[in-house]
């Protein structure tokens, strides 16, 4: 990756979080902490192509899937499929809204979402059928997952995360947003799963952790990722900062539900680097 593709990455990222920031304004139900922190991870994904897939035909077969999990994180998503041309970008103004197929969590009407994002713990089951079956079919298509690092509390999660391992879907590659936050306090206060890349070692997946900001590492990692078939799933620890951006944010325990005022998210923009 040269300097000026790192460049643009980062310069999308700013971008994507102005638009969640304009998003939340006119949804304040929406979860603003949780889809700044991922918005990297978005970026990477799509504009620097480490994804297969085509706009105009959602439905095609060769393309990977993706599959958001954190479904309340996912708003930083919507700016990036509307200007990659999945839907208008219109769209955007009016989420939440009558007639708005743009909700505070995501659906798979949405043109770009291959599921149902609600409750939480169920994305990663789903992209291991979807792993089987394309495995079984030999085909090359990858399925890539993002979860939350609060959603390994789900038993759900760690049953598929056995499920992957033993039946070897060496197609599957799980992001964490490791944010470090869930709903109503840091998660190390609520319960501490570290050392959470040797937990995934002992069910049989390759991990690596990465700066979850940093869209080179990202980018390299993913990639790395993508191509290897050692019979062996892969994780990406993606290291983020809940609320990334917006400083009031960043160290609230309680960003998760916390609502920004008008003057507050005029003030987040206006300080976005």
């Known amino acids: 990756m040269n300097n000026s593709m790192i460049e643009f990455l980062k310069d999308k990222a700013k971008w994507v979080r102005k638009e969640t920031l304009n998003i939340h304004r006119i949804a304040p139900e929406t979860r603003l902490a949780s889809s700044l922190s991922c918005v990297e991870i978005f970026v990477v994904l799509y504009y620097g192509k480490v994804l297969s897939f085509n706009p105009s035909d959602i439905q ?5 899937r993706f599959i958001i999990s954190k479904g309340h994180g996912a708003i930083s998503f919507y700016p990036i499929l509307a200007d990659l041309g999945f839907f208008d970008k219109h769209e955007l103004g009016r989420v939440c809204k009558e ?9 798979c009407i949405i043109p770009g979402f291959e599921t149902t994002n609600g409750s939480l713990g169920h994305g990663l089951g789903v ?6 079956a394309l495995k079984r ?8 997952v ?16 056995m499920f992957a391992g033993e039946h070897k ?32 070692k002992v069910f049989k997946w390759d991990v690596e952790a990465v700066d979850g900001h940093d869209v080179k590492h990202l980018y390299n990692t993913m990639i790395k990722f993508k191509e290897d078939r050692n019979d062996k799933p892969k994780v990406i620890i993606a290291n983020t900062v809940k609320g ?8 609230d325990p309680l960003s998760h539900i916390k609502v920004l005022k008008e003057n507050e998210i005029e003030t987040a923009i206006a300080g976005l680097k």
């Open 169 to 200: 879907l060496d197609n599957l590659r799980l992001i964490i947003d490791n944010n470090k936050i869930c709903m109503l306090d840091y998660c190390k206060n609520i319960l501490d799963l570290d050392p959470l890349n040797e937990k995934f």
């Open 99 to 107: 007639g708005s197929f743009l909700g505070g969590i995501p659906d």
């Open 244 to 251: 990334k951006g917006v400083p009031s944010l960043e160290t």
């Open 60 to 64: 095609l077969q060769d393309r990977d």
């Open 146 to 161: 993002l979860i939350g690092d609060g959603e390994l509390y789900e038993g759900s999660v760690w049953e598929a995360v």
């Open 137 to 144: 079919k030999n085909r090359n298509e990858k399925v890539f």
């Open 127 to 132: 992209a291991c059928g979807m792993a089987l």
